[in-house]
């Protein structure tokens, strides 16, 4: 019998409440964009912070430019839980209680409560058992704290699988001391934060033989002018849109950039708000020929960037009003500003 086919038994209503994963295993470190990691060994989970054969709440997840500096890269991993009692982090599967590495940095302006479980069957666990330990954590406000599971001292209990009735006792120890007094064993760990209800950023997460960085989003923006030519005075109509890497219309706004050909680019006003469609629209007079593209300013989940440009070209003796080609749409680009 696999240990871990037990452990998923009795964990299933726990542990099978994940956040986004796909069955896949990667080393090294791994960039992420939302709180999947694409990984089956370590992955993202919510528990109950008392009890974790309890079912616990789902929470919210988003990127963040804060709440401080984040260890890797300029983002991390906001988690707003959905209510009270609830603990979000990562859930780490091993081969060896000895050798299990878990660890990731947390954030939260207010300060965050928190809980770390292990679950492991060791030489010394009976039939139809296994150790459950479990620790509560803390995270202080003001700045990032570094969480290690191999640090953790841990009240261990033998309990029944089948009833999750505490058998036995098995004291304080770190994951390291038990081992030394029962043994290695296959198990799996989790950690998270969240208890008290408050929000609170999660980055830097290692398990596995991986590192999970979380950054931005990819965006795409596109500029459209409804005519390439006119007359001076003229009022041109140019859009634009931004989607994400699965062609989702995101809605971010956009400011419009205008300059001679070959001068220098200057915004034309503020930032204009996308419609119910995502699309986003102005009007723009022309009195000489000029190029155009949009600029979409940073945001908590993705960098700044630009569109590709148009070129408006105003000829003496055009017709006003009268189109003299189509639209087109233009494709993002990332000019020097």
């Known amino acids: 019998m696999r240990v871990r086919s037990t452990l998923m038994t009795v964990a299933a209503a726990a542990l099978l409440c994940v956040l986004p994963v796909a069955p896949a295993h990667a080393e090294g470190v791994q960039t992420l964009t939302g709180p999947a990691t694409g990984d089956a060994e370590v992955y993202l989970t919510y528990v ?9 709440t789902a929470p919210a997840s988003r990127l963040n430019l804060g709440p401080f500096e984040a260890p890797m890269g300029r983002r991390s991993l906001g988690l707003v839980p959905g209510s009270a009692g609830t ?10 209680l000895a050798a299990v590495q878990s660890s990731f940095s947390v954030a939260s302006t207010g300060g965050s409560t928190g809980v770390s479980y292990v679950v492991v069957v ?27 599971t191999s640090e953790i001292a841990y009240e261990w209990t033998l309990v029944d699988l089948a009833t999750h009735a505490s058998v036995q006792s098995g004291g304080t120890a770190t994951t390291a001391a038990f081992t030394a007094a029962h043994g290695d064993g296959k198990g ?36 459209s002018a ?11 109509t140019l859009t634009g849109r931004v989607t994400d890497a699965h062609a989702r219309v995101t809605g971010d706004p956009l400011v419009l950039e205008s ?16 419609d119910a469609d995502g699309l986003v629209a102005v009007d723009v007079p022309v009195t000489e020929t000029t190029e155009f593209r949009w600029h979409r300013p940073e945001s908590q989940y993705a960098d700044e960037g630009w569109s590709g440009t148009v070129t ?11 189109p003299t080609d189509k639209p087109t749409d233009q494709p993002s680009e990332q000019p020097t500003p």
């Open 48 to 56: 109950d912070c008392d009890d974790l054969f309890s079912p616990g």
């Open 87 to 96: 603990a979000s982090g990562p859930v780490v599967w091993f081969d060896s």
């Open 122 to 148: 060791t030489p010394d666990t009976p039939a139809g058992a296994a150790w459950l330990a479990r620790a509560p954590l803390s995270a202080s406000p003001g700045g990032w704290s570094r969480v290690s």
């Open 188 to 223: 799996l760990v989790v950690s998270g934060f969240g208890c008290d209800g408050g929000a609170f950023n999660l980055d830097a997460v290692q398990g596995g033989g991986s590192t999970f960085d979380f950054e931005g989003v990819s965006l795409d923006t596109t500029i």
């Open 226 to 236: 409804g005519r390439h030519q006119a007359a001076a005075g003229d009022t041109i």
């Open 259 to 274: 300059r001679a050909p070959g001068g220098a680019w200057q915004a034309t006003g503020a930032p204009v708000l996308a």
């Open 312 to 322: 408006v070209t105003v000829e003496a003796g055009a017709d006003p009003g009268t």
